[in-house]
């Protein structure tokens, strides 16, 4: 399906031939395969705004949906967009390039975002809550202008993952990242394809392919995050047990209510026993 050079997408251009590459580009094109038809985000002639920040998963995310619309079988038009948040020292002219240069339709937009996070937030405090505000409320306008349906977003397993155990462990309830949702003024869906892939094959693959990755220098400079220690916690679980995030991702697609606390999910108190004869009443 792969080896064919002639019969890919630039995105895949100069892709390692070996053996442990082909199969790590087929398991993250397959996943995110199944998480667009387990979770039914594909409208026929729909348009997609792929989120593209200059990070791995970004980078992934973009080469994935490329090589499945590529194959015929993601039947929307995609249009990539990075959103320049005037960091300081922000490579303005990577992205740019590299889409140009892989025939890749895209939207820069400028909008300085950096100095009202700066502004807002006082230095000990974590600026990702308002950043992610400001930027996710610039995409959506930026998917009505050019006609998308979908804001189309590069989280993935270990992101969704770290955000369940972040809700238990700080906010009191099970929630995590849903892989499909609707924004609150209801008129865009908001899409995560790499819901079932893995962040480390996101990381292998990105440095296989040698793209331009764009460190985050807002928060990622910051020591301390919430997600740093949720991430620590699970890294000490995967490596005291091998396969761990799998089954705990596992879990979160096969919840069940009844055996839960929550009795707007399950009506704990509309249940009834089956009361025989035995019981010195009918059964009902």
Sequence with gaps: ?????????????????????????????????????????????????????GGKD?????????????????????????LDQGQPGFPATVLPEFLQRMGVPHRIEYQDTYSVVIDKIPEN????A?????????????AREEGCSAVVLGHHRDDILETFFMNLFHGGRLATMPPK????????????PLAHVAEADCARFARAM????????????????????VKQILDGWEKNSP????????ALMNARPSHLLDPKLFD?????????????????
């Design 58 to 82: 970004s980078f992934t995310l973009l080469a994935a949906l490329y090589e499945l619309k590529w194959r015929g079988l993601l039947p929307v038009d995609l249009l990539a967009c990075n």
């Design 210 to 229: 040698g793209y331009p990755i764009i460190p985050c220098d807002l928060c990622g400079s910051q020591d301390g995050l919430q997600r740093q220690q």
């Design 181 to 192: 949702l609707v924004n609150e003024e209801g008129d865009l869906f908001v899409y995560r």
């Design 1 to 53: 399906m792969f080896d064919n050079a002639d019969d890919i997408h630039p995105l895949f251009f100069g892709a390692p031939s070996t053996t442990e590459f082909k199969k790590l580009r087929k398991r993250i094109v397959r996943d995110t395969r199944e998480a667009i038809e387990h979770y039914g985000m594909v409208e026929r002639g729909a348009r997609w705004l792929v989120c593209l920040s």
């Design 125 to 128: 405090r974590t600026y990702c």
């Design 243 to 250: 396969g761990r995030r799998q089954v705990m991702f596992r």
């Design 268 to 284: 704990f108190a509309g249940l009834t026993r089956d009361i025989g004869p035995e019981d010195g009443g009918e059964r009902r």
């Design 130 to 142: 308002l950043c992610s505000r400001l930027r996710r409320g610039h995409l959506y306008r930026i």
